[in-house]
Protein backbone atom coordinates (compact mmCIF):
# COMPACT_ATOMS: atom_id res chain seq x y z
CA UNK A 1 0.00 0.00 0.00
CA UNK A 2 1.33 3.60 -0.98
CA UNK A 3 1.66 5.57 2.04
CA UNK A 4 -0.39 9.05 1.13
CA UNK A 5 1.57 12.27 0.84
CA UNK A 6 1.85 14.45 3.84
CA UNK A 7 -0.27 17.67 3.43
CA UNK A 8 1.49 20.37 1.40
CA UNK A 9 3.29 22.96 3.45
CA UNK A 10 1.92 25.30 1.20
CA UNK A 11 -1.35 25.99 2.06
CA UNK A 12 -3.83 28.22 0.58
CA UNK A 13 -7.11 28.39 0.37
CA UNK A 14 -9.47 27.85 -2.48
CA UNK A 15 -12.71 28.66 -4.59
CA UNK A 16 -15.20 26.02 -5.92
CA UNK A 17 -14.31 27.36 -9.54
CA UNK A 18 -17.94 25.88 -11.03
CA UNK A 19 -19.57 28.25 -8.71
CA UNK A 20 -17.09 31.21 -9.60
CA UNK A 21 -19.03 34.39 -9.98
CA UNK A 22 -17.33 37.89 -11.40
CA UNK A 23 -16.56 38.78 -7.25
CA UNK A 24 -13.74 40.61 -5.99
CA UNK A 25 -10.64 38.20 -5.60
CA UNK A 26 -11.67 35.89 -2.16
CA UNK A 27 -9.44 35.21 0.76
CA UNK A 28 -6.74 36.70 -0.69
CA UNK A 29 -6.49 34.10 -3.29
CA UNK A 30 -6.49 34.75 -7.12
CA UNK A 31 -7.89 32.12 -9.85
CA UNK A 32 -5.47 32.93 -13.24
CA UNK A 33 -6.75 31.91 -16.28
CA UNK A 34 -3.77 30.46 -18.15
CA UNK A 35 -5.42 28.65 -21.18
CA UNK A 36 -9.43 29.11 -21.55
CA UNK A 37 -11.75 29.31 -24.63
CA UNK A 38 -10.14 29.56 -28.01
CA UNK A 39 -6.54 28.33 -26.12
CA UNK A 40 -8.34 25.42 -24.18
CA UNK A 41 -6.05 22.51 -24.08
CA UNK A 42 -6.98 18.60 -24.89
CA UNK A 43 -3.80 17.71 -22.36
CA UNK A 44 -1.58 19.32 -20.10
CA UNK A 45 1.41 18.82 -18.41
CA UNK A 46 2.67 19.50 -14.99
CA UNK A 47 6.16 18.89 -13.61
CA UNK A 48 6.81 19.06 -9.56
CA UNK A 49 9.77 21.84 -9.97
CA UNK A 50 10.41 21.86 -5.81
CA UNK A 51 8.75 18.58 -4.55
CA UNK A 52 7.71 15.00 -5.79
CA UNK A 53 4.11 14.43 -6.17
CA UNK A 54 0.98 15.64 -6.59
CA UNK A 55 -2.68 15.66 -4.68
CA UNK A 56 -6.09 15.51 -6.51
CA UNK A 57 -8.71 17.38 -5.23
CA UNK A 58 -11.27 20.50 -5.90
CA UNK A 59 -11.76 23.30 -4.56
CA UNK A 60 -14.75 24.20 -2.38
CA UNK A 61 -16.84 27.59 -2.24
CA UNK A 62 -14.44 29.23 0.23
CA UNK A 63 -11.59 28.56 -2.09
CA UNK A 64 -10.07 26.24 -0.05
CA UNK A 65 -8.72 22.50 -1.31
CA UNK A 66 -10.56 19.52 -1.02
CA UNK A 67 -8.48 16.26 -1.10
CA UNK A 68 -9.25 13.26 -2.61
CA UNK A 69 -6.41 11.44 -3.96
CA UNK A 70 -2.54 11.49 -4.72
CA UNK A 71 0.22 10.35 -6.55
CA UNK A 72 4.09 10.33 -5.80
CA UNK A 73 5.11 10.96 -9.27
CA UNK A 74 6.78 14.18 -10.39
CA UNK A 75 5.30 14.76 -14.37
CA UNK A 76 1.20 14.18 -14.72
CA UNK A 77 -0.69 14.90 -17.72
CA UNK A 78 -4.29 15.97 -17.19
CA UNK A 79 -6.33 15.09 -20.29
CA UNK A 80 -10.17 15.31 -21.66
CA UNK A 81 -11.27 11.42 -21.20
CA UNK A 82 -12.86 10.04 -24.21
CA UNK A 83 -10.97 8.44 -27.42
CA UNK A 84 -6.95 9.14 -26.00
CA UNK A 85 -3.87 8.58 -29.01
CA UNK A 86 -0.56 8.83 -27.83
CA UNK A 87 2.07 9.57 -30.49
CA UNK A 88 5.82 8.47 -30.51
CA UNK A 89 6.89 11.85 -29.11
CA UNK A 90 4.71 11.17 -26.02
CA UNK A 91 2.35 13.89 -26.87
CA UNK A 92 -1.53 13.18 -26.24
CA UNK A 93 -4.32 13.78 -29.08
CA UNK A 94 -8.11 13.02 -29.37
CA UNK A 95 -7.16 11.06 -33.27
CA UNK A 96 -4.53 9.72 -34.88
CA UNK A 97 -2.14 6.48 -34.12
CA UNK A 98 -0.15 5.43 -31.50
CA UNK A 99 -1.11 3.86 -28.07
CA UNK A 100 -4.36 3.99 -27.35
CA UNK A 101 -6.57 4.32 -24.48
CA UNK A 102 -10.01 4.22 -25.11
CA UNK A 103 -13.45 5.50 -23.33
CA UNK A 104 -14.77 2.25 -21.99
CA UNK A 105 -13.82 0.34 -18.53
CA UNK A 106 -14.77 -2.07 -16.13
CA UNK A 107 -16.00 -0.26 -13.23
CA UNK A 108 -15.86 -1.73 -9.80
CA UNK A 109 -17.94 0.47 -6.91
CA UNK A 110 -18.01 0.54 -3.55
CA UNK A 111 -14.82 1.89 -1.69
CA UNK A 112 -14.75 4.32 1.28
CA UNK A 113 -11.58 5.98 0.48
CA UNK A 114 -9.32 6.73 -1.70
CA UNK A 115 -6.63 4.37 0.11
CA UNK A 116 -9.00 1.01 -0.18
CA UNK A 117 -9.55 1.92 -4.19
CA UNK A 118 -5.79 2.32 -4.65
CA UNK A 119 -5.52 -0.62 -3.29
CA UNK A 120 -8.14 -2.72 -4.78
CA UNK A 121 -6.84 -0.90 -8.17
CA UNK A 122 -3.29 -2.63 -7.92
CA UNK A 123 -4.53 -5.97 -7.42
CA UNK A 124 -7.14 -5.60 -10.02
CA UNK A 125 -4.38 -3.88 -12.42
CA UNK A 126 -6.70 -0.81 -12.98
CA UNK A 127 -6.96 2.72 -11.25
CA UNK A 128 -8.89 4.57 -8.64
CA UNK A 129 -11.29 7.14 -9.62
CA UNK A 130 -13.31 10.03 -8.46
CA UNK A 131 -16.82 9.36 -9.92
CA UNK A 132 -19.46 11.60 -8.79
CA UNK A 133 -18.91 12.04 -5.26
CA UNK A 134 -18.07 8.15 -4.69
CA UNK A 135 -14.68 6.07 -5.21
CA UNK A 136 -14.49 3.80 -7.25
CA UNK A 137 -12.22 1.44 -9.25
CA UNK A 138 -11.51 1.19 -13.61
CA UNK A 139 -9.82 -1.12 -15.14
CA UNK A 140 -8.55 -0.74 -18.91
CA UNK A 141 -9.43 1.92 -21.38
CA UNK A 142 -11.39 -0.44 -24.12
CA UNK A 143 -12.72 1.20 -27.89
CA UNK A 144 -16.12 -0.19 -27.28
CA UNK A 145 -18.79 -1.26 -24.78
CA UNK A 146 -18.61 -4.84 -25.43
CA UNK A 147 -14.54 -5.22 -25.17
CA UNK A 148 -15.23 -3.50 -21.98
CA UNK A 149 -17.71 -5.88 -21.03
CA UNK A 150 -15.88 -8.78 -21.93
CA UNK A 151 -13.03 -7.72 -20.14
CA UNK A 152 -15.59 -7.56 -16.93
CA UNK A 153 -16.84 -10.96 -18.05
CA UNK A 154 -13.37 -12.47 -17.74
CA UNK A 155 -12.19 -10.67 -14.42
CA UNK A 156 -15.61 -12.17 -12.96
CA UNK A 157 -16.33 -8.65 -11.28
CA UNK A 158 -17.83 -5.72 -12.54
CA UNK A 159 -20.06 -3.94 -15.52
CA UNK A 160 -18.80 -2.13 -18.33
CA UNK A 161 -18.76 2.04 -18.16
CA UNK A 162 -17.76 5.07 -19.99
CA UNK A 163 -16.14 8.02 -18.94
CA UNK A 164 -18.45 10.77 -19.34
CA UNK A 165 -17.55 13.82 -21.50
CA UNK A 166 -16.51 16.16 -18.60
CA UNK A 167 -14.35 13.50 -17.25
CA UNK A 168 -10.53 13.96 -16.62
CA UNK A 169 -7.74 11.44 -17.10
CA UNK A 170 -4.35 11.76 -14.96
CA UNK A 171 -1.34 9.45 -16.59
CA UNK A 172 2.26 9.52 -15.91
CA UNK A 173 3.73 12.18 -18.71
CA UNK A 174 4.33 10.28 -21.98
CA UNK A 175 2.47 7.37 -20.97
CA UNK A 176 -0.36 5.46 -20.81
CA UNK A 177 0.38 4.47 -17.40
CA UNK A 178 -3.34 6.00 -15.94
CA UNK A 179 -3.09 7.12 -12.13
CA UNK A 180 -6.38 8.72 -11.73
CA UNK A 181 -9.82 9.84 -13.13
CA UNK A 182 -11.86 12.67 -11.89
CA UNK A 183 -15.62 12.87 -13.05
CA UNK A 184 -18.17 14.85 -11.34
CA UNK A 185 -20.03 15.69 -14.42
CA UNK A 186 -18.87 19.07 -14.39
CA UNK A 187 -20.27 20.15 -10.92
CA UNK A 188 -16.65 20.02 -9.62
CA UNK A 189 -13.34 21.02 -11.19
CA UNK A 190 -10.43 18.66 -11.01
CA UNK A 191 -7.72 20.22 -9.39
CA UNK A 192 -3.95 19.86 -8.66
CA UNK A 193 -2.00 21.30 -6.11
CA UNK A 194 1.94 19.95 -5.89
CA UNK A 195 3.73 18.76 -3.07
CA UNK A 196 6.15 21.26 -1.84
CA UNK A 197 9.08 22.47 0.49
CA UNK A 198 9.43 24.80 3.41
CA UNK A 199 5.82 26.10 2.53
CA UNK A 200 6.72 26.81 -1.42
CA UNK A 201 5.69 25.14 -4.74
CA UNK A 202 6.89 25.29 -7.67
CA UNK A 203 5.66 23.09 -11.08
CA UNK A 204 6.46 23.99 -14.41
CA UNK A 205 3.86 24.25 -16.98
CA UNK A 206 4.48 25.40 -20.67
CA UNK A 207 7.67 26.54 -20.14
CA UNK A 208 7.22 28.62 -17.33
CA UNK A 209 7.16 27.75 -13.06
CA UNK A 210 3.87 28.61 -11.06
CA UNK A 211 3.06 28.31 -7.61
CA UNK A 212 0.13 27.26 -5.79
CA UNK A 213 -2.25 24.85 -7.17
CA UNK A 214 -3.75 24.25 -11.21
CA UNK A 215 -7.24 23.46 -12.00
CA UNK A 216 -9.41 21.82 -15.09
CA UNK A 217 -12.23 22.92 -15.72
CA UNK A 218 -13.50 20.36 -18.88
CA UNK A 219 -16.76 22.36 -20.88
CA UNK A 220 -18.61 19.60 -21.69
CA UNK A 221 -17.05 17.53 -24.49
CA UNK A 222 -14.61 20.16 -25.14
CA UNK A 223 -11.21 20.69 -23.72
CA UNK A 224 -9.74 21.85 -20.32
CA UNK A 225 -9.15 25.38 -19.38
CA UNK A 226 -6.34 25.71 -17.34
CA UNK A 227 -6.15 27.61 -14.18
CA UNK A 228 -3.29 28.80 -11.66
CA UNK A 229 -5.01 29.50 -8.13
CA UNK A 230 -1.98 30.93 -5.84
CA UNK A 231 -2.18 33.61 -3.10
CA UNK A 232 -2.53 37.08 -4.08
CA UNK A 233 0.82 38.45 -3.09
CA UNK A 234 2.34 35.47 -4.81
CA UNK A 235 0.21 36.23 -8.28
CA UNK A 236 1.48 40.35 -8.12
CA UNK A 237 4.97 39.00 -7.85
CA UNK A 238 4.51 36.94 -11.23
CA UNK A 239 2.88 40.51 -12.79
CA UNK A 240 5.33 42.83 -11.84
CA UNK A 241 8.81 41.74 -13.80
CA UNK A 242 6.66 41.08 -16.86
CA UNK A 243 4.68 43.99 -16.76
CA UNK A 244 7.81 46.64 -15.75
CA UNK A 245 11.41 46.08 -15.59
CA UNK A 246 12.23 44.38 -12.79
CA UNK A 247 15.43 46.42 -12.22
CA UNK A 248 13.85 49.73 -12.16
CA UNK A 249 13.93 52.05 -9.41
CA UNK A 250 12.01 50.26 -5.98
CA UNK A 251 9.22 53.83 -5.62
CA UNK A 252 8.32 52.77 -9.77
CA UNK A 253 7.78 49.15 -9.10
CA UNK A 254 6.20 49.60 -5.96
CA UNK A 255 3.29 52.47 -8.15
CA UNK A 256 3.11 48.73 -10.34
CA UNK A 257 2.79 46.28 -7.81
CA UNK A 258 -0.55 48.59 -6.21
CA UNK A 259 -2.02 48.92 -9.59
CA UNK A 260 -1.77 45.24 -10.34
CA UNK A 261 -3.38 44.16 -6.63
CA UNK A 262 -6.10 46.46 -7.25
CA UNK A 263 -6.70 45.34 -10.47
CA UNK A 264 -6.61 41.69 -9.67
CA UNK A 265 -9.06 42.23 -6.77
CA UNK A 266 -11.65 44.62 -9.02
CA UNK A 267 -15.62 43.05 -8.62
CA UNK A 268 -16.15 43.71 -12.65
CA UNK A 269 -14.37 41.26 -14.38
CA UNK A 270 -14.32 40.50 -18.37
CA UNK A 271 -13.83 37.32 -18.66
CA UNK A 272 -16.29 35.91 -15.37
CA UNK A 273 -18.00 33.98 -17.98
CA UNK A 274 -14.92 31.79 -17.45
CA UNK A 275 -14.47 31.89 -14.16
CA UNK A 276 -11.68 32.74 -12.83
CA UNK A 277 -10.41 36.38 -11.55
CA UNK A 278 -8.00 37.75 -14.31
CA UNK A 279 -6.29 36.48 -17.52
CA UNK A 280 -2.46 36.14 -18.00
CA UNK A 281 -1.93 38.35 -21.12
CA UNK A 282 -2.41 42.06 -21.50
CA UNK A 283 -5.94 41.57 -21.86
CA UNK A 284 -5.81 41.88 -18.07
CA UNK A 285 -2.11 41.86 -17.16
CA UNK A 286 0.57 39.33 -18.35
CA UNK A 287 1.59 37.49 -16.30
CA UNK A 288 4.38 34.36 -15.99
CA UNK A 289 4.62 33.13 -12.49
CA UNK A 290 8.29 32.47 -10.90
CA UNK A 291 9.48 32.66 -14.96
CA UNK A 292 11.31 31.08 -17.44
CA UNK A 293 15.19 30.10 -17.21
CA UNK A 294 15.31 33.67 -18.55
CA UNK A 295 13.17 36.04 -17.42
CA UNK A 296 12.09 35.82 -13.65
CA UNK A 297 11.26 37.77 -10.75
CA UNK A 298 13.95 40.25 -9.23
CA UNK A 299 14.80 41.29 -5.67
CA UNK A 300 13.87 44.47 -6.14
CA UNK A 301 10.65 43.54 -8.29
CA UNK A 302 9.96 41.30 -5.04
CA UNK A 303 10.67 43.69 -2.37
CA UNK A 304 7.64 46.38 -4.22
CA UNK A 305 5.28 43.65 -3.54
CA UNK A 306 6.35 43.06 0.31
CA UNK A 307 6.55 46.39 0.70
CA UNK A 308 2.95 47.05 -0.17
CA UNK A 309 1.51 44.25 1.04
CA UNK A 310 -2.45 44.39 0.60
CA UNK A 311 -1.93 48.26 -0.56
CA UNK A 312 -4.24 48.58 -3.34
CA UNK A 313 -6.17 52.58 -4.53
CA UNK A 314 -9.42 53.54 -3.73
CA UNK A 315 -11.68 55.92 -5.01
CA UNK A 316 -13.74 58.07 -2.43
CA UNK A 317 -14.12 54.69 -0.05
CA UNK A 318 -14.42 52.34 -2.85
CA UNK A 319 -11.95 50.33 -4.89
CA UNK A 320 -10.71 51.50 -8.05
CA UNK A 321 -12.03 49.08 -10.79
CA UNK A 322 -9.86 50.21 -13.27
CA UNK A 323 -6.33 50.66 -12.29
CA UNK A 324 -5.05 50.53 -16.07
CA UNK A 325 -1.56 51.37 -16.75
CA UNK A 326 0.81 51.46 -20.44
CA UNK A 327 3.78 52.27 -21.50
CA UNK A 328 4.28 55.86 -22.15
CA UNK A 329 1.73 58.65 -22.95
CA UNK A 330 3.77 60.99 -25.02
CA UNK A 331 3.39 63.90 -23.07
CA UNK A 332 -0.35 63.67 -21.38
CA UNK A 333 -2.66 61.07 -19.96
CA UNK A 334 -6.24 61.05 -21.23
CA UNK A 335 -10.29 60.83 -19.55
CA UNK A 336 -11.14 57.60 -19.43
CA UNK A 337 -14.36 58.97 -21.24
CA UNK A 338 -12.25 60.16 -24.19
CA UNK A 339 -10.97 56.73 -24.95
CA UNK A 340 -13.26 54.11 -23.60
CA UNK A 341 -16.72 56.55 -23.57
CA UNK A 342 -17.37 55.93 -19.78
CA UNK A 343 -16.38 58.42 -17.46
CA UNK A 344 -14.30 57.41 -14.56
CA UNK A 345 -13.43 60.58 -11.72
CA UNK A 346 -10.33 58.50 -10.98
CA UNK A 347 -8.82 58.38 -14.33
CA UNK A 348 -8.91 61.86 -15.96
CA UNK A 349 -6.20 62.94 -18.25
CA UNK A 350 -3.19 65.68 -17.68
CA UNK A 351 -0.33 66.80 -18.97
CA UNK A 352 3.03 64.85 -17.92
CA UNK A 353 6.09 66.88 -17.75
CA UNK A 354 8.05 63.53 -16.31
CA UNK A 355 8.56 61.38 -19.62
CA UNK A 356 10.76 63.98 -21.14
CA UNK A 357 13.23 63.83 -18.42
CA UNK A 358 14.40 60.49 -19.33
CA UNK A 359 15.23 58.44 -22.16
CA UNK A 360 12.89 56.20 -23.60
CA UNK A 361 12.86 53.53 -26.39
CA UNK A 362 11.25 53.73 -29.75
CA UNK A 363 9.52 57.03 -27.82
CA UNK A 364 8.91 59.01 -31.40
CA UNK A 365 7.21 56.98 -33.65
CA UNK A 366 6.48 57.18 -37.11
CA UNK A 367 4.56 54.86 -39.77
CA UNK A 368 3.02 55.76 -44.10
CA UNK A 369 0.29 54.23 -45.25
CA UNK A 370 -0.62 53.98 -48.29
CA UNK A 371 -4.11 54.75 -49.71
CA UNK A 372 -4.47 51.24 -51.19
CA UNK A 373 -3.62 49.97 -47.48
CA UNK A 374 -6.28 52.18 -45.77
CA UNK A 375 -8.83 51.32 -47.70
CA UNK A 376 -8.35 47.84 -47.29
CA UNK A 377 -7.85 47.44 -43.80
CA UNK A 378 -10.62 49.37 -42.95
CA UNK A 379 -12.32 46.88 -45.11
CA UNK A 380 -11.84 44.60 -42.35
CA UNK A 381 -13.02 46.20 -39.51
CA UNK A 382 -16.86 46.55 -40.28
CA UNK A 383 -17.36 46.85 -36.04
CA UNK A 384 -15.45 50.11 -36.32
CA UNK A 385 -17.42 51.82 -39.52
CA UNK A 386 -20.42 50.64 -38.54
CA UNK A 387 -20.39 48.54 -41.81
CA UNK A 388 -20.00 51.43 -43.57
CA UNK A 389 -18.03 51.04 -47.37
CA UNK A 390 -16.41 54.24 -48.05
CA UNK A 391 -15.23 53.23 -50.98
CA UNK A 392 -10.82 54.26 -51.86
CA UNK A 393 -9.40 55.95 -49.04
CA UNK A 394 -8.32 59.49 -50.60
CA UNK A 395 -7.98 60.94 -47.12
CA UNK A 396 -7.46 60.63 -43.46
CA UNK A 397 -6.56 62.97 -41.05
CA UNK A 398 -7.61 64.37 -37.14
CA UNK A 399 -10.97 66.12 -36.82
CA UNK A 400 -10.49 66.50 -33.21
CA UNK A 401 -7.98 66.40 -30.58
CA UNK A 402 -9.03 66.89 -26.39
CA UNK A 403 -8.11 69.28 -24.84
CA UNK A 404 -5.08 67.98 -23.72
CA UNK A 405 -3.28 67.20 -26.98
CA UNK A 406 -4.47 63.45 -27.79
CA UNK A 407 -6.23 62.58 -30.62
CA UNK A 408 -10.47 61.83 -29.70
CA UNK A 409 -11.74 61.49 -33.84
CA UNK A 410 -10.70 60.33 -37.17
CA UNK A 411 -12.01 61.00 -39.98
CA UNK A 412 -11.44 58.95 -42.93
CA UNK A 413 -12.76 60.24 -46.51
CA UNK A 414 -13.41 57.97 -49.40
CA UNK A 415 -15.06 57.56 -52.69
CA UNK A 416 -18.29 56.75 -51.44
CA UNK A 417 -18.06 58.74 -48.27
CA UNK A 418 -16.97 59.95 -44.82
CA UNK A 419 -16.80 57.40 -41.20
CA UNK A 420 -14.95 58.49 -38.54
CA UNK A 421 -13.25 56.90 -35.73
CA UNK A 422 -13.71 58.16 -32.13
CA UNK A 423 -11.52 57.11 -28.75
CA UNK A 424 -9.32 54.14 -28.33
CA UNK A 425 -10.70 53.20 -32.19
CA UNK A 426 -8.30 56.37 -33.53
CA UNK A 427 -5.58 53.69 -32.39
CA UNK A 428 -6.75 50.26 -33.21
CA UNK A 429 -8.24 51.11 -36.50
CA UNK A 430 -4.96 51.59 -37.88
CA UNK A 431 -3.80 47.95 -36.82
CA UNK A 432 -3.13 45.57 -39.15
CA UNK A 433 -1.21 42.56 -38.91
CA UNK A 434 -1.33 41.84 -42.38
CA UNK A 435 0.75 45.06 -43.47
CA UNK A 436 2.96 44.90 -40.13
CA UNK A 437 1.30 48.50 -39.57
CA UNK A 438 0.23 50.16 -36.14
CA UNK A 439 -0.55 53.55 -34.17
CA UNK A 440 1.25 53.28 -30.87
CA UNK A 441 -0.79 55.62 -29.03
CA UNK A 442 -3.52 58.50 -29.26
CA UNK A 443 -0.50 61.33 -29.24
CA UNK A 444 -0.45 61.72 -32.97
CA UNK A 445 -0.85 63.71 -36.11
CA UNK A 446 -1.12 62.48 -39.88
CA UNK A 447 0.63 64.66 -42.68
CA UNK A 448 -0.33 63.60 -46.47
CA UNK A 449 -4.72 64.72 -45.80
CA UNK A 450 -6.59 67.07 -44.22
CA UNK A 451 -10.12 68.69 -43.93
CA UNK A 452 -11.42 68.58 -46.84
CA UNK A 453 -14.11 71.86 -46.71
CA UNK A 454 -12.96 74.80 -48.04
CA UNK A 455 -10.81 76.87 -45.67
CA UNK A 456 -11.79 74.68 -42.69
CA UNK A 457 -9.30 75.50 -39.51
CA UNK A 458 -8.41 73.49 -36.46
CA UNK A 459 -9.56 75.84 -33.40
CA UNK A 460 -8.15 76.04 -30.08
CA UNK A 461 -6.28 72.16 -31.15
CA UNK A 462 -9.53 70.59 -30.53
CA UNK A 463 -12.69 71.47 -33.34
CA UNK A 464 -12.53 71.35 -36.37
CA UNK A 465 -14.56 74.57 -38.26
CA UNK A 466 -15.70 74.68 -41.43
CA UNK A 467 -18.18 77.53 -41.64
CA UNK A 468 -19.48 80.70 -39.99
CA UNK A 469 -22.82 79.49 -38.98
CA UNK A 470 -23.54 79.85 -34.71
CA UNK A 471 -19.58 81.21 -34.54
CA UNK A 472 -19.12 84.36 -32.33
CA UNK A 473 -16.45 86.12 -31.62
CA UNK A 474 -15.75 88.53 -28.53
CA UNK A 475 -14.13 91.99 -29.13
CA UNK A 476 -11.49 93.86 -27.08
CA UNK A 477 -14.35 95.84 -25.24
CA UNK A 478 -16.15 92.30 -24.49
CA UNK A 479 -19.36 92.75 -27.50
CA UNK A 480 -20.05 89.19 -28.49
CA UNK A 481 -21.19 89.33 -32.49
CA UNK A 482 -21.93 86.67 -34.63
CA UNK A 483 -20.09 86.05 -37.85
CA UNK A 484 -22.33 86.63 -40.68
CA UNK A 485 -20.36 87.62 -43.80
CA UNK A 486 -19.33 85.75 -46.77
CA UNK A 487 -16.47 84.76 -44.82
CA UNK A 488 -13.51 85.45 -42.72
CA UNK A 489 -9.58 85.49 -42.53
CA UNK A 490 -7.94 83.38 -39.32
CA UNK A 491 -4.44 83.97 -38.81
CA UNK A 492 -2.72 80.42 -37.44
CA UNK A 493 0.46 78.61 -37.36
CA UNK A 494 0.25 78.23 -40.80
CA UNK A 495 -0.82 81.35 -42.30
CA UNK A 496 -4.10 82.79 -43.19
CA UNK A 497 -6.73 80.65 -43.35
CA UNK A 498 -9.97 81.85 -44.72
CA UNK A 499 -13.46 80.09 -43.31
CA UNK A 500 -16.61 80.89 -45.75
CA UNK A 501 -19.94 81.11 -44.48
CA UNK A 502 -21.42 78.83 -46.62
CA UNK A 503 -19.13 76.00 -46.58
CA UNK A 504 -17.71 74.92 -49.52
CA UNK A 505 -17.35 72.34 -52.21
CA UNK A 506 -16.13 68.84 -50.38
CA UNK A 507 -13.62 68.24 -52.65
CA UNK A 508 -10.99 65.78 -50.78
CA UNK A 509 -7.32 66.73 -49.73
CA UNK A 510 -5.46 64.39 -51.79
CA UNK A 511 -2.68 63.71 -50.50
CA UNK A 512 0.18 64.63 -53.46
CA UNK A 513 1.84 61.17 -53.32
CA UNK A 514 -1.04 58.43 -52.41
CA UNK A 515 0.35 58.03 -48.82
CA UNK A 516 -0.52 59.23 -45.65
CA UNK A 517 1.99 59.39 -42.72
CA UNK A 518 1.40 59.46 -38.75
CA UNK A 519 3.83 60.51 -36.65
CA UNK A 520 3.35 60.71 -32.71
CA UNK A 521 5.03 59.82 -29.29
CA UNK A 522 4.00 57.53 -26.24
CA UNK A 523 3.12 53.79 -26.73
CA UNK A 524 -0.55 52.60 -25.12
CA UNK A 525 -4.24 53.95 -24.59
CA UNK A 526 -3.12 57.36 -22.69
CA UNK A 527 -5.10 56.42 -19.73
CA UNK A 528 -3.77 55.87 -16.30
CA UNK A 529 -0.29 55.48 -15.05
CA UNK A 530 2.49 55.86 -17.44
CA UNK A 531 4.89 53.28 -16.77
CA UNK A 532 7.75 55.17 -17.87
CA UNK A 533 6.44 58.31 -16.52
CA UNK A 534 6.72 56.38 -12.81
CA UNK A 535 10.17 55.36 -13.27
CA UNK A 536 10.95 58.93 -14.31
CA UNK A 537 9.29 59.86 -11.40
CA UNK A 538 11.15 57.73 -8.69
CA UNK A 539 14.57 58.74 -10.49
CA UNK A 540 13.12 61.97 -9.87
CA UNK A 541 13.05 61.10 -6.28
CA UNK A 542 8.93 60.78 -5.61
CA UNK A 543 7.57 57.94 -3.88
CA UNK A 544 5.08 55.69 -5.07
CA UNK A 545 2.38 57.16 -3.15
CA UNK A 546 2.82 60.22 -5.32
CA UNK A 547 3.44 58.92 -8.40
CA UNK A 548 -0.13 56.96 -8.13
CA UNK A 549 -1.62 60.09 -6.68
CA UNK A 550 -0.07 62.26 -10.07
CA UNK A 551 -1.32 59.37 -12.32
CA UNK A 552 -4.88 59.03 -10.66
CA UNK A 553 -7.41 61.24 -9.65
CA UNK A 554 -8.60 61.62 -5.80
CA UNK A 555 -7.65 58.45 -4.97
CA UNK A 556 -6.41 57.01 -1.65
CA UNK A 557 -3.82 54.22 -1.19
CA UNK A 558 -4.99 51.71 1.46
Known amino acids: MKKKLLMLLFVVTFFALSAVSASAVSNDTVIVGLRYGSSAMFSANLENALGKGFEFGWFDEDRKFESVGWTEETAISMTAAGDIYMGGSGTYSSDGGGEYLGPWHVQIDGFRDYETALDAAEDYGGYPAWVNWEYVVRVGCYGSKSEAQDAADRLGEGYAERSSSTGVMVTVTRTTDVLFEFDCGGM ?16 WFKGYKYGGAFAYPRVTGGNLNVYNVLDLESYVKGVIPYEMNGNWPLEALKAQAVCARTYACRTSKHLSVYGFDVCNTTCCQVYYGQGSGGTSATETSDAAVEETAGEMLYYYGDLVQDAVYHSSDGGATEDAANVWGTDKGYLKGKKDPYESQISIPNYRWSVTYTADELTWILEQKPSMTGGKNIGTVQNVYVSEYTPVGNVKKVTFEGTRGTVTASGDNCRSIFYSSTYGKSVQSLRFSISGGGPSGTGSVMVNGSTVLGELDGVSVISGSGKVSGLDGGGVSIITSSG ?56 YTDITIR
Open 496 to 551: VSVVSASGGSAKPTTSKDGTFTITGTGRGHNVGMSQYGAKAMAEDGYDYEEILKFY
Open 188 to 203: LDLAVQPEGKRGESST
